[in-house]
């Protein structure tokens, strides 16, 4: 049932290029719109919205990192990101014109699902992103985007964290469209990128040689870092939980400009540091700041694996190993950047014999608060 692969985990990092393209699948109207699944919203209360809050936790909170960024660039309405576990108690401010945004795989995490519950007390509006159909996250939300991710067994997320980036997407261009922000033809041109999205996460799976061959190194390295800006920050922060979370090894990510404000006292002699750079072209100043961000941690003896676009032949000379990844527009990077860190944290933790898809202490779907 692994499909010849050694662990679930290592099947679904496969599985990824058809889960996005399914996930993509039949989600555009004629006109050009995205379609969501159950809908109890009608596009006026789309449109009479002023403020989104997304909700998650673990990775699904890796995911509402990357959509703020989008939901924000392109629809243009404030959008905070929260760890569902902390929502209620601040007693955020919700009201009709508010969308919650509840991510969540299984559907159950009971964390998200208060959250959900608070937000509907408020009034506010929730749509859920999900990959398990009639679980209790949909059920109870106002509108459900379902990710076509198929069954994950691995408790490490690692096919619905993209497919929940994809639906995220879609969501964040549905709004900007039907909010006048963006024309039918400016969304229609994004998804052709996303769709372009599972060919090019081929490419980048046949060439996770060298990765395997660095996990074999690090295994036995006593804390990684991960840094990266913008879109590449969740990303870092999702690396590193993979590798706490599959290898038991100490690891934290950080936003790269934050190094100099603490954090850098932490690089000593060969520790290792994961890089994930922006691609060059778009946003080229801050692939730029990142690339001195790596100059800076080198200069104290770190290590650096760098993940960045193929063609950005500059970085090399910073690079003690250099992870190339496809070119895809900065928002989208994440489809990307995301994979080599699953695949190093699953072999290294393999690399240190333990249970790749059931880790110690770790359920599936937390269904406690
Ligand atoms: O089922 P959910 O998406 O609500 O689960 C949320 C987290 O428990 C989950 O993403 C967890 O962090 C993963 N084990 C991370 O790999």
């Known amino acids: 049932e692994k499909g010849g692969y050694d662990y679930f985990m290592l099947k679904e990092i496969a599985e990824q290029p058809q889960a996005i393209a399914d996930t993509l699948l039949g989600r555009l109207s004629d006109r050009g719109e995205i379609v969501l699944d159950e809908v109890r919203l ?3 209360d789309l449109r009479d919205i002023d403020k989104v809050f997304i909700v998650a936790c673990g990775t699904a909170y890796h ?4 959509a703020k960024y989008a939901i924000e660039h392109w629809v243009r309405i404030p959008c905070e990101v929260e760890l569902a576990s902390e ?3 601040r007693d955020p401010i919700l009201d009709r014109s508010t969308l919650v945004i509840a991510i969540s795989q299984s559907g159950e995490t009971m964390d998200t699902l208060m959250a959900v519950r608070h937000a509907k007390e408020q009034k506010a509006r929730v749509l859920a992103i999900c990959n398990t159909n009639g679980s209790t996250i949909p059920r109870e939300s106002d509108a459900v985007l379902y990710t076509h991710g198929g069954p994950e067994i691995a408790v490490a997320s690692t096919k619905a964290f993209l497919t929940q980036l994809v639906a995220t997407y879609l969501i964040g261009l549905h709004l900007a469209q039907i909010r006048g922000v963006m024309y039918a033809d400016e969304v229609a041109a994004v998804v052709e990128k996303l769709r372009s999205t599972p060919d090019a996460l081929r490419e980048l799976l046949n060439s996770m040689e060298d990765v395997r061959a660095l996990a074999r190194d690090l295994k036995t390295a006593s804390t990684v870092l991960f840094i990266g800006r ?3 920050f969740p990303v870092a922060l999702e690396g590193a939980l993979k590798l706490k979370e599959l290898a038991y090894m100490h690891a934290e990510g950080f936003a790269a400009g934050e190094l100099k404000h603490g954090p850098i006292a932490l690089i000593d ?3 290792p540091v994961v890089c994930v750079v922006p691609s060059p072209a778009g946003r080229g100043v801050m692939r730029d700041k990142v690339v001195s961000n790596i100059q800076e941690v080198r200069a104290r003896g770190a290590r650096t694996i760098v993940i960045a676009e193929e063609g950005d032949e500059d970085v090399r000379a910073y690079a003690d190993h250099l992870i190339p990844v496809p070119h895809t527009p900065t928002l989208l990077a994440p489809l990307m950047t995301t994979v080599p860190l699953q695949i190093l944290a699953c072999e290294i933790a393999a690399a240190r014999g333990h ?15």
């Open 42 to 44: 009608t596009d006026q």
């Open 63 to 66: 995911a509402g990192m990357v």
């Open 87 to 89: 929502f209620r108690y």
């Open 230 to 232: 913008h879109v590449g």
């Open 269 to 271: 002699e060969g520790t």
């Open 355 to 369: 249970d790749v898809d059931q880790p110690r202490n770790l359920a599936k779907s937390v269904t406690v608060e």
